[in-house]
């Protein structure tokens, strides 16, 4: 738990400090992931799904943290977030399945012990 705090943390940190130095890269990537998760063809719950696999598959703790947490406020399930991680085991293999163990850890945090 004190982890998932601590790169909690650590990224609203990072954000306010790119927000106040007035990036405009940041501010340009904050707008393209506005645009990205917004509902389109896709609804933003199933493109945070596909966020979760993709985190997964680089193995940016971080990445999977926000998406996982992001995708249980969109309304994804538990079961579903969980076969989003499976399709990044399958996607990057063994390496893979050392990046979902941190992804199950903030599963729980976002979903309580199963």
């Not at 306010?16 to 896709?42: H, N, T, W």
């Not at 999977?64 to 399709?87: D, F, N, T, Y």
């Amino acid at each position: 738990m004190d982890r998932l705090k601590e790169i909690t943390l650590k990224r609203k940190k990072a954000h306010a400090k790119l927000v106040a130095l007035k990036s405009p890269i940041y501010q340009a990537f904050l707008e393209m992931e506005r645009a990205a998760y917004s509902d389109g063809a896709l609804p933003k719950k199933t493109k945070e799904l596909i966020a979760v696999g993709i985190s997964v598959v680089i193995d940016c703790e971080s990445c999977m943290q926000w998406h996982i947490e992001q995708a249980a406020r969109a309304g994804a399930s538990m079961r579903e977030v969980l076969e989003a991680v499976e399709v990044g085991i399958e996607m990057g293999g063994g390496p893979a399945t050392v990046s979902a163990r941190f992804a199950l850890e903030v599963m729980e945090n976002a979903y309580g012990k199963d």
